[in-house]
Nanobody
Framework: QVHMAETGGGLVQPGDSLRLSCAAS????????MGWFRQAPGKEREFVAC????????DYADSVKGRFTISRDNAKNTVYLQMNSLKPGDTAVYYC????????????????WGQGTQVTVSS
């Protein structure tokens, strides 16, 4: 059983920054790729970013490229999503997830998910 918990969401203004964290249980965190997805009200869950097991490789959705940065600390079993220059269109519930493959862009590529954290960007 794997447990993952996202934290760091909140209400911010356009242009602000937030850092999301996702802490995972278990001894095998460093063996898996990780990803971030988001789901806005009335929309499908979409890929945001992914990172390979070592943290050396990352990839991003075009909509966040240059603004968001995914990283991980395997010693802390944690993956991060640094979000800068936030826009109202970034408003969504953000989920972290674990995958046995990299890169992984589809929901079906991920076997374990956190419960999500709300990010709201509004003036």
């Amino acid at each position: 059983q794997v447990h993952m918990a996202e934290t760091g969401g909140g209400l911010v203004q356009p242009g602000d920054s937030l850092r999301l964290s996702c802490a995972a249980s278990g001894r095998t965190f460093s063996s898996y790729a990780m990803g971030w997805f988001r789901q806005a009200p009335g929309k499908e869950r979409e890929f945001v970013a992914c990172i390979n097991s070592s943290g050396a490789r990352t990839d991003y959705a075009d909509s966040v490229k240059g603004r968001f940065t995914i990283s991980r600390d395997n010693a802390k079993n944690t993956v991060y999503l640094q979000m800068n220059s936030l826009k109202p269109g970034d408003t969504a519930v953000y989920y972290c997830a674990r995958s046995s493959r990299y890169p992984a862009y589809e929901i079906g590529d991920y076997g374990w998910w956190g419960q999500g954290t709300q990010v709201t960007v509004s003036s």
